[in-house]
C-alpha cells in the first residue's frame, strides 16, 4: 500500500508502490520500475557532473508549479512498447518545466511529456530528442541561451498552446516529426539548417521564421484557415523552401519587410505567395504548382518560370480572377508558366501590372505553355543556350521537373536547366 513507508533519505520518500523526490540528486541514480511512480514534490535538481537515470517504463508526476532542472546528465531512453512517462498528477495542475542548463547534457528517446508551462527547455548543447510524444504543454520544446540540438527526429509534439519548437539556439535537422494544433509548429529565432519530411496540421502558423533558416524541404503543411494563419511566414533568412505541399492557409509563403528568400522550387501550394513590400528581391519561384493559388509581389521577384499558376477566384476583378499580381516598378520575368488555359487574353486578364497601373512593372508571360505536363513542348522553345545539371524529381507528383534560370540580361537569355 502507498501508506507504509520504507525509508527517507536525501530528500526521498520511499514507499511500497511510490517514490516520494524532491531537492538535490547528488550522486548518480537510477530510476526504475520498481521505485515507479517518481513524485516530485519539491523542485528536484540534478547536480552537475551527476548522471540521473531513467529507465523504460518509468512514471515520473510532477506537481503543480514544480520544476525539473538538469546541471548533470539525464539519460531518458525508453522503448517503443516502454516509453517513459513525464505527467501530471491532475490536468488542471501544471508542473512549470523539464530544464537542461547551460553545462548539462542529456538525450531523451521514447518519452512522453505532457501539461509542463515548458514541456522541454535546453540550454545547453544537446545530443537529440526522438520518438517522444511532447503534448498538452504551454509550449513544447524550447532551445535557448547557449542550447543546441543535433536532431529532433520521428516525434510527435501536439496540442502545444504557443509552440511545437521555440528555437533562439541551434538545431542542425529537424525531421519526419508531427506538428499540430499549436499557434506556432515551429518558431525560430535562431539558427536552423534543414527542416525536411515533417508533418504540420492544423498550426496557425506552420513555421514562422525570424533569423535563418537554411532549407524547408518535403514537408506537408496543412493549415486551418483563418486570416492570421501562414505556412511559411518568413521574418528573417530562409535559403530554399523546395518540394512541400502547403494548403489550407491564408498565405502560404509570406515574405516579410526586411526579410530574404532565395528560392521557392517544387512545391505544391494552395494559396497566396506574397512577397510584402519591404523585403529582399525572391531570386526564383519556379516548377510549383499553385491550384488554387496567385503571387502577389509588393517586392520584386527576379523570375518566376515553370510553375502552374490557377489564379485564385477570391481575388476577383469586374473581368475575372487573378494569378500574378506585380504591385513594383521592376518588370517580371514570367515565361514558360501554364496558366491552365491557351487563351493569351485571358492569361493577360489574370494579371495585374503596368498595363492596369502604369506605376508598376511589367510581368512577361509570353511564351507560356499550353500543358502542365508538356516537358517537351517547354524544352522545345528554350533559347540555344543550356547547361544540363542535375536531376530533381517532383516528390508530389510523376511530373519532371525543368530547372530555367534567368542568368543575365547581357547573356541573351542564357538559361541553365534540369530534366
Known amino acids: 500500500m502507498a501508506s507504509l513507508v520504507f525509508g527517507v533519505f536525501a530528500g526521498v520518500l520511499v514507499r511500497a508502490d511510490t517514490t516520494y523526490v524532491s531537492g538535490h540528486i547528488s550522486a548518480n541514480t537510477i530510476w526504475n520500475v520498481a521505485g515507479s511512480p517518481y513524485v516530485i514534490y519539491g523542485d528536484i535538481i540534478v547536480d552537475s557532473l551527476i548522471t540521473l537515470t531513467i529507465e523504460p517504463g518509468v512514471k515520473v508526476i510532477i506537481l503543480e508549479n514544480r520544476s525539473f532542472t538538469i546541471y548533470g546528465i539525464l539519460i531518458a531512453k525508453g522503448t517503443e512498447v516502454d516509453s517513459i512517462i513525464i505527467d501530471t498528477d491532475n490536468i488542471l495542475h501544471r508542473w512549470k518545466k523539464l530544464e537542461f542548463c547551460s553545462g548539462s547534457s542529456g538525450n531523451l528517446r521514447y518519452v512522453r511529456i505532457s501539461y509542463g508551462d515548458r514541456g522541454c527547455k535546453i540550454m545547453a548543447p544537446f545530443d537529440s530528442i526522438t520518438h517522444c510524444n511532447i503534448s498538452r504543454n504551454w509550449g513544447g520544446i524550447g532551445i535557448s541561451g547557449s542550447g543546441s540540438i543535433g536532431t529532433i527526429a520521428h516525434n510527435n509534439i501536439l496540442e502545444n498552446s504557443e509552440y511545437g519548437i521555440s528555437n533562439s539556439g541551434m538545431i542542425n535537422m529537424v525531421k519526419e516529426n508531427t506538428f499540430s494544433n499549436s499557434y506556432d509548429g515551429i518558431l525560430n529565432y535562431g539558427q ?189 522553345t528554350l533559347p540555344s543556350k543550356f547547361e544540363l545539371f542535375e536531376t530533381y524529381p517532383n516528390p508530389f507528383t510523376t511530373v519532371i521537373s525543368v530547372k530555367c534560370l534567368r542568368i543575365s540580361e547581357k547573356q541573351k537569355l542564357g538559361y541553365r536547366f534540369t530534366i
Open 192 to 380: 536552423i539548417q534543414t527542416v525536411r519530411e515533417n508533418t504540420l496540421i492544423n498550426n496557425t502558423r506552420g513555421i514562422t521564421n525570424k533569423n535563418s533558416i537554411g532549407s524547408i524541404a518535403k514537408n506537408i503543411m496543412q493549415g486551418s484557415g483563418g486570416w492570421k494563419s501562414a505556412g511559411i511566414l518568413n521574418e528573417g533568412s530562409i535559403e530554399t523552401i523546395r518540394g512541400n505541399e502547403i494548403k489550407g492557409y491564408n498565405e502560404a509563403i509570406k515574405n516579410c519587410p526586411g526579410a530574404s528568400l532565395d528560392t521557392i522550387c517544387n512545391n505544391t501550394i494552395t494559396g497566396k505567395i506574397i512577397n510584402y513590400y519591404g523585403a529582399s528581391v525572391i531570386r526564383e519561384i519556379k516548377f510549383n504548382t499553385l491550384n488554387p493559388g496567385l503571387i502577389i509581389a509588393q517586392s520584386s521577384i527576379a523570375l518566376a518560370c515553370s510553375n502552374n499558376i490557377a489564379g485564385d477566384t477570391t481575388f476577383e476583378h469586374p473581368s475575372g480572377f487573378y494569378a500574378f499580381k506585380n504591385l513594383t516598378p521592376h518588370d517580371i520575368d514570367a515565361q514558360y508558366n501554364y496558366w491552365y488555359t491557351t487563351d493569351a487574353g485571358e492569361i493577360d486578364n489574370r494579371i495585374y501590372d503596368h498595363w492596369d497601373n502604369h506605376e508598376y512593372g511589367e510581368i512577361h508571360f509570353i511564351p507560356f505553355l499550353t500543358d502542365e505536363h508538356s516537358i517537351e513542348e517547354f524544352l522545345e
